[in-house]
């Protein structure tokens, strides 16, 4: 009987306590929920930046503690971490340090549901900036057992072949796209689209947007759009009749293009591909020892012809810290040098930065060494000027991608030139290039000098 009795007042006692841990939890749920809907800064917000097409559509998640503004900017499922801002009472400023960008607005309207500002960050030709406005994202709407299935016609999953043309130049690019649409919970009947399209020199990353049943044609009509610093990218489309696609691109602010898609599966044989990331660019002469002769980032030079690269198999990698790109593929680098490189692996980056500013080329080199742990050299090669490459690195042709990587065995020939990178937004490209360049570093690593 006191066993008993002790075993009742053991699981009451426990009880009670996951009873009061509950309610504490759900206590500091309902608290945190009530400081987003009482900051004026955090939670969630529809922002938009301002092109000549019309708005680029992204969200923003935003935590407000003191005067220190944290918070993510969302593409559809992706969030990327935003650099540590700030908001004074009036001013909120939202920083992307590793693209040297900023937003920076304040409230338009009492209610402090509505920012306008403007994003700034430094380009080729000088600081772009873009109008910026933001309201309060809507609380969502209680979401249905089961999501509406997609209409067949409006079923654009898979992969496929995207013709870009640009109508001011005439020029076309033929391109890799691949989407994915799952049924929407907010509203039925309409897709959720996820995809990117992926040309030769490195995919857009992942674009979001929606499918929907347009009321005035009846047929299906697309949105997607993206920012992240850098890329700022609207596509609005249709499906064809015939199962095709079509319509307009606008991306930063002033370039616009119309584009068409076709079903991988069902291009015609004669019909133009995407091209080779392994031909684009080459050596002009393959049995030449390649070479080089950069400044870094600390005042010195550094030479391929050095005794830390001799005998060695180098990767050359031709970036700028403001590519997108660039920074998909410096988590592969970097893992790629831990793992091989008592085995005899070099990695060098080449930053080809947007200003001849060495102060500030030093500051952007810096963030991206610490973002990914980088423990090899990057050098101030240059800049993204027209014939940098050419004058610094005039063994090569054909270059047209950042990043670029060059594969070097250890005789100091170059093996293999690859042009882009496909990032995660790819899916298994992805996995697919990782594989690739492991098995080319593997190859070359055994192969006698």
């Known amino acids: 009987m006191l066993r008993l009795t002790v075993r009742r007042y053991i699981s009451y006692m426990v009880v009670a306590g996951l009873a009061s841990v509950a309610l504490s939890m759900g206590t500091a749920v309902a608290q945190r929920s009530a400081a987003s ?4 800064i955090s939670g969630r917000w529809d922002a938009a930046l301002e092109v000549p097409s019309g708005p680029v559509a992204f969200g923003l998640d935003l935590n407000r503690r003191g005067s220190v503004v944290r918070g993510h900017i969302l593409n559809g499922p992706e969030r990327m971490a935003l ?3 700030s908001f004074d009472g009036t001013t909120v400023v939202l920083r992307l340090d590793e693209y040297d ?8 309207d009492a209610a402090k549901t509505k920012l306008v500002g403007q994003y700034q960050r430094q380009t080729r030709s000088g600081i772009g900036t873009y109008r910026f406005v933001a309201t309060r994202a809507a609380r969502p709407a209680a979401k ?9 016609s409006m079923e654009i999953s898979g992969d496929w072949i995207i013709t870009i043309r640009d109508p001011k130049s005439s020029s076309e690019e033929v391109s890799d796209a ?13 897709g959720e689209v996820t995809g990117t399209i992926i040309p030769v020199s490195g995919d857009y990353g992942l674009l979001a947007g929606m499918i929907r049943r347009d009321p005035s044609s009846g047929g299906a009509v697309l949105r997607m759009s993206r920012f992240d610093g850098i890329h700022v990218v609207k596509i609005e489309g249709r499906v064809e009749t015939d199962g095709s696609l079509s319509g307009t691109l606008s991306s ?7 584009w068409k898609a076709t079903r991988k599966e069902r291009t015609a044989a004669g019909e133009p591909k995407p091209g080779d990331p392994y031909s684009l660019t080459r050596v002009k002469d393959p049995s030449a020892v390649f070479s080089f002769s950069l400044p870094d980032s600390r005042g010195g030079t550094v030479s391929l012809a050095d005794e830390r690269f001799r005998g060695k198999v180098v990767l050359i990698d031709i970036m700028g810290t403001w590519c997108p790109n660039c920074h998909d593929s410096a988590p592969l680098l970097a893992d790629l040098h831990r793992r091989y490189r008592s085995k005899g692996l070099e990695v060098v980056m080449l930053a080809y930065e947007y200003t001849p500013d060495a102060a ?9 060494r610490k973002k990914y742990g980088i423990e090899f050299p990057i050098l101030m090669a240059g800049t993204t000027a027209d014939g ?10 054909g270059f047209g991608a950042y990043p670029t990587t060059i594969f070097v065995g250890r005789d100091g020939r170059v093996r293999r030139i690859h042009a882009g990178f496909s990032g995660p937004a790819t899916g298994e490209r992805h996995t697919h290039v990782k594989r690739e360049f492991e098995s080319l570093v593997r190859e070359l690593l055994d192969a006698k000098p």
Not at 37 to 40: E, N, Q
Not at 360 to 368: C, E, G, L, T
């Open 37 to 40: 809907r009482t900051d004026p």
């Open 83 to 85: 650099s540590t801002s």
């Open 101 to 108: 960008g900023r937003i920076t607005a304040k409230f338009e």
């Open 144 to 152: 249905p057992a089961f999501a509406a299935a997609v209409d067949a």
């Open 178 to 190: 691949t989407f994915t649409v799952k049924p929407s919970q907010a509203t039925p009947g309409a």
């Open 252 to 258: 930063g602010l002033s370039f616009e293009a119309t």
């Open 360 to 368: 500030r080329n030093a500051r952007q080199i810096d963030i991206f």
């Open 388 to 397: 940098e490459i050419a004058r610094t690195l005039p063994q090569l042709e």
